[in-house]
């Protein structure tokens, strides 16, 4: 250990400079730019200040809103969502912290913020919001593509592209998990980093790029969900020999609307389909674990859609009648998280639906931007008897 003559060294970042023939230390009295920890203590500082000055749900809103450094809040009551922005802003102004660059899509609070001359400077129709770009005009949403360009023919390059498309709510996941299923076949075939791309995927990933395209011109309406009143949560599931993933609906008032999509390839140790369709539950109930935990909407049903009848039968038998040990352990990983969810008062139900009428088919399979385009409204609000109620 270190034993510090002044406690308040503890916190002291110097650096030294010659002045004549001496050397004179100098302490930074603000946060280093680009230092380590600097977005962690700001981090710490803000949430401290909080919890000592804010109180009731301004507290709530800025302790569990604020992503990195954007604060994104949603409120149904523009009355209300203008006075949270009010107590924000004097909240955090205690501290020293401005709030700037606000925005807003209610012409009340919008015109308050004006007011305090604390509205987007940048003069463009659209804000970044949580990887997205937001247009508070027309309360749409768009993926930021920056993966769109020439030139690429290694695996080091469709991997840096790849890692450029950023979509956490798995909006276009239909046409993207294409990128990452070429990156899974390039690992298969044992292609170097830096090796040429054999023709044949290169013609795919040149059609994959054209698709990059078209995916910029798409527009999301902002999904909306009402916090006061319960919901039904309906998962589809699939799986192929390319890839496995979900898609979930929140229904709520009569309507049913996308909530959220993730996919994955298939593992590289090969896997019969069932065992693979099995992998799609597991995901699928892992993620009902943490919508339960994050999501403020309150579950009164909880739905998982099955088009494989083998998988189905597994689910709903009380036994484990298979030989695979591989698939005997997922089930047991699944019973064991339906009986603890089933413990804490949320009951799953597994159900058969057809394949045509499976929009997590779109994950798992390869398709244009074209086809995702004209099957856009099956892809946002899930299957007709959805909204009919039929299967619930």
Known sequence: MIKLENEFDRNRFCFFLRLKDKLVCFRYKSLILRFVPSPFIWSYIVKYHIERHASGRCRDMLLNNFYVDNLVKTHQSPSELLQLYIEATTTLLKGGFELKNCCSNSELVLHHINLDNNNSTHGMPFEKVLGYLYDPVLDVINVINSG???????????????????????????????????????????????????????????????????????????????????????????????????????????????LYAKARVTPAVKRTLPALELLSVYLAIKHITLLIKMFPVKFREILVAVDAQVVLSWLLSQSINTKCQFTRNRLKDIKAMVNDLHDRGHIIKFRYVNTAENPADFVTRVISVTKFIKEMDFWLKGPPWLHARVLI
């Not at 769109?148 to 046409?175: A, E, Q």
């Not at 527009?219 to 916090?227: A, E, G, I, L, N």
Request: glycine share 8%.
């Open 148 to 258: 769109v360009k020439k030139g690429v023919s290694t695996k080091r390059d469709m991997l840096s592209v790849n890692s450029t498309l950023f979509d956490p709510l798995g909006l276009v996941l239909p046409v993207t998990i294409k990128g990452k299923i070429i990156l899974s076949q390039l690992w298969k075939l044992g292609v170097a980093w830096d090796q040429q791309v054999p023709g044949d995927i290169m013609t795919s990933w040149n059609k994959f790029r054209e698709d990059l395209v078209g995916i910029e011109e798409i527009s999301f309406d902002r999904c909306t969900v009402y916090t006061d009143s319960s919901a039904i949560l309906v998962i589809f599931r699939d799986a192929s020999n390319l890839a496995y993933g979900i898609v979930e609906y929140l229904y709520q008032h009569g309507e049913a609307k996308l």
